[in-house]
T-cell receptor, first 112, second 114 residues
Framework: DQQVKQNSPSLSVQEGRISILNCDYT??????FLWYKKYPAEGPTFLIS?????DKNEDGRFTVFLNKSAKHLSLHIVPSQPGDSAVYFC???????????FGSGTKLNVKP | DAGVTQSPTHLIKTRGQHVTLRCSPI?????VSWYQQVLGQGPQFIFQ???????GRGNFPDRFSARQFPNYSSELNVNALLLGDSALYLC?????????????FGQGTRLTVV
């Protein structure tokens, strides 16, 4: 069962514009959410996380928004840079601490 | 400052064989988790170990086993390999295992079963 879903397999954005990556989850017990970035032939790199007690967390160009009622989170990248081109995974965890459920990923292409 | 290291980086095995994958966590991290990533999908949880004890197990057959050593490094073992075991195997380390914290991944071991 796919408890975390990323419905957009790919996204193309112009350099300097905003990239918005979306993620939906079904398990209401999830209370911790993360975004990872993955380049080919590398492991996922941690980007940003958010606890369910918050609805927004910001780190530089990256902001994660959490809408608990909609069971939806999004990652905003502003401004987008060509080096941001990668596959982005969202992940969620509940009371099975650090057992993460991952989405299938969204491939972001930032065009110069 | 060393991150999570995994060995080997690539491996080719024959159906029915056994494989051992190794992981060294970030210094000071006591929790290690293993994930399997097949092409086109996100990583799928296999095991979590904390302080040498299994804390969680995903929906994988008993052919998969793991252990954590006193220095917090870990091994993932897979017996009786099937073609479907071909995947990228990722190890992640976390500071502790009793609350949610970010996990840091190694570069993975690419296993090909022929």
């Amino acid at each position: 069962d796919q408890q975390v879903k990323q419905n957009s397999p790919s996204l193309s954005v112009q350099e300097g514009r905003i990239s918005i990556l979306n993620c939906d989850y079904t398990n209401s017990m999830f209370d911790y959410f993360l975004w990872y970035k993955k380049y080919p032939a590398e492991g996922p790199t941690f980007l940003i996380s958010i606890s369910s007690i918050k609805d927004k967390n910001e780190d530089g160009r990256f902001t994660v928004f959490l809408n608990k009622s909609a069971k939806h989170l999004s990652l905003h990248i502003v401004p987008s840079q060509p080096g941001d081109s990668a596959v982005y995974f969202c992940a969620a965890s509940g009371n099975n601490f650090n057992k993460f459920y991952f989405g299938s990923g969204t491939k972001l292409n930032v065009k110069p | 400052d060393a991150g999570v290291t995994q060995s080997p980086t690539h491996l080719i095995k024959t159906r029915g064989q056994h494989v051992t994958l190794r992981c060294s966590p970030i210094s000071g991290h006591k929790s290690v988790s293993w994930y399997q990533q097949v092409l086109g999908q996100g990583p799928q949880f296999i095991f979590q170990y904390y302080e040498k004890e299994e804390r969680g197990r995903g929906n994988f057959p008993d052919r998969f086993s793991a252990r954590q050593f006193p220095n917090y490094s870990s091994e993932l073992n897979v017996n009786a390999l099937l073609l479907g075991d071909s995947a990228l195997y990722l190890c992640a380390s976390s500071l502790q295992g009793w609350e949610n914290t970010e996990a840091f991944f190694g570069q993975g071991t690419r296993l090909t079963v022929v």
